[in-house]
C-alpha cells in the first residue's frame, strides 16, 4: 500500500496559462477531496468525489476551476487562466468512506502551484 | 453554520516540556472530531478520533480529550520532541455531511 500521491510536487505557471494537476488516491478509497491551502491558512474545501456519484463543486472559487476523476479513481483538477491568487498548495486526500461515518482523510503531500 | 476555532495560533515551547491545543466547535449535529498533524511540506495526518461517546484518548505522548457539552476538545502532548514542531489541524464532521469543517490549525516550534 501506497499512499495518497500528487503530481507535480511544484508547478510554476504564467499569470493566465492553464494547469493540471493530478492526485492518486489509495486503491479502493471511494471517497476523494481536493483542498487548497494558502501561506498560513487553513484547508478550503474545493470538490468532493464519492464514488459514481455526481461531485459536490460547491468550493470551487470560480469557473475557471474543474475537476474530473476518472474510473472511479485518478482525479484531475484544473485551473484555467490562472491569476496570482491562485498561488498556493493543493492537496489532495481520500477515504474509505466519508469521515461523518469515522474514516480517516489519507492526504497526499500536495502540489505547490506559483502564478507568476 | 459550522466552524472550528484553534487556539493558540502559535506556540513555542522548549523540548522536553508539555503543551495543550485547545478546539472549540459549532459543528451541528456531531458525529466525530479528528486531530491531525501537519508538518511542513507534507500532507495531514491523523492522530486520534474522537467520537461523541469519549472523553479521552491516548496515542503515545499525544491525549485527546472531548468534552462534548461544551462543545471543546483539547491535545496535550507530553514531553515535546524536536519532531513534534508542526501544524495541529483540528477537524469536525457532522452527520449527514461529507465535508468535514477544518480548524486554521496551531502551528507548534519545539527548540532545544
Known amino acids: 500500500g501506497a499512499g495518497v500521491s500528487q503530481s507535480p510536487s511544484n508547478k510554476v505557471t504564467e499569470k493566465g496559462k492553464d494547469v493540471e494537476l493530478r492526485c492518486d488516491p489509495i486503491?479502493?478509497?471511494?471517497?476523494l477531496y481536493w483542498y487548497r491551502q494558502s501561506l498560513g491558512q487553513g484547508l478550503e474545501f474545493l470538490i468532493y468525489f464519492q464514488g459514481n456519484s455526481a461531485p459536490d463543486k460547491s468550493g470551487l472559487p470560480s469557473d475557471r476551476f474543474s475537476a474530473e476523476r476518472t474510473g472511479g479513481s485518478v482525479s484531475t483538477l484544473t485551473i484555467q487562466r490562472t491569476q496570482q491568487e491562485d498561488s498556493a498548495v493543493y492537496l489532495c486526500a481520500s477515504s474509505l468512506t466519508p469521515p461523518s461515518g469515522g474514516a480517516a482523510q489519507f492526504f497526499g503531500p500536495g502540489t505547490r502551484l506559483t502564478v507568476l | 453554520k459550522n466552524q472550528v476555532e484553534q487556539s493558540p495560533q502559535s506556540l513555542i515551547i522548549l523540548e522536553g516540556k508539555n503543551c495543550t491545543l485547545q478546539c472549540n466547535y459549532t459543528v451541528s449535529p456531531f458525529s466525530n472530531l479528528r486531530w491531525y498533524k501537519q508538518d511542513t511540506g507534507r500532507g495531514p495526518v491523523s492522530l486520534t478520533i474522537m467520537t461523541f461517546s469519549e472523553n479521552t484518548k491516548s496515542n503515545g505522548r499525544y491525549t485527546a480529550t472531548l468534552d462534548a457539552d461544551t462543545k471543546q476538545s483539547s491535545l496535550h502532548i507530553t514531553a515535546s520532541q524536536l519532531s513534534d514542531s508542526a501544524s495541529y489541524i483540528c477537524v469536525v464532521s457532522a452527520g449527514g455531511s461529507y465535508i468535514p469543517t477544518f480548524g486554521r490549525g496551531t502551528s507548534l516550534i519545539v527548540h532545544p
Open positions: 486503491s479502493g478509497h471511494t471517497a
